[in-house]
Nanobody, 124 residues
Framework: QVQLVESGGGLVQAGGSLRVSCLAS????????MGWFRQTPGKEREFVAAISWSGSTTYYADSVKGRFTISRDNGKNTVYLQMNSLKPEDTAAYYCAATVRFASYYLEDTYAYWGQGTQVTVSS
């Protein structure tokens, strides 16, 4: 089992940058592929980015491709989401998630473990 804690959210102006982090407990972090999802009130949670166990493979939603970068440091049990050129529509609660399966990385049901979320607000 793994526990996930996100941090780094906050308020930023449009065009700015922010990096959110997700710290995982346990000694088997490298056994999990990781994903970031986001959710706004009244909407379903949506896929943002995913990264494989070693970090060699990454995927992004079309809406963030070229602006966001997912990375991981297995030595620190941490996955990051670097967000650049932020837009007001990026405003959401951002959640990290862990899975031992990676085939359907864009689906919520793929992920067994979730953090509590961190709020990112982009002002226009």
């Amino acid at each position: 089992q793994v526990q996930l804690v996100e941090s780094g959210g906050g308020l930023v102006q449009a065009g700015g940058s922010l990096r959110v982090s997700c710290l995982a407990s346990g000694r088997t972090f490298s056994s999990y592929a990781m994903g970031w999802f986001r959710q706004t009130p009244g909407k379903e949670r949506e896929f943002v980015a995913a990264i494989s166990w070693s970090g060699s493979t990454t995927y992004y939603a079309d809406s963030v491709k070229g602006r966001f970068t997912i990375s991981r440091d297995n030595g620190k049990n941490t996955v990051y989401l670097q967000m650049n050129s932020l837009k007001p529509e990026d405003t959401a609660a951002y959640y990290c998630a862990a899975t031992v399966r990676f085939a359907s990385y864009y689906l919520e049901d793929t992920y067994a473990y979730w953090g509590q979320g961190t709020q990112v607000t982009v002002s226009s």
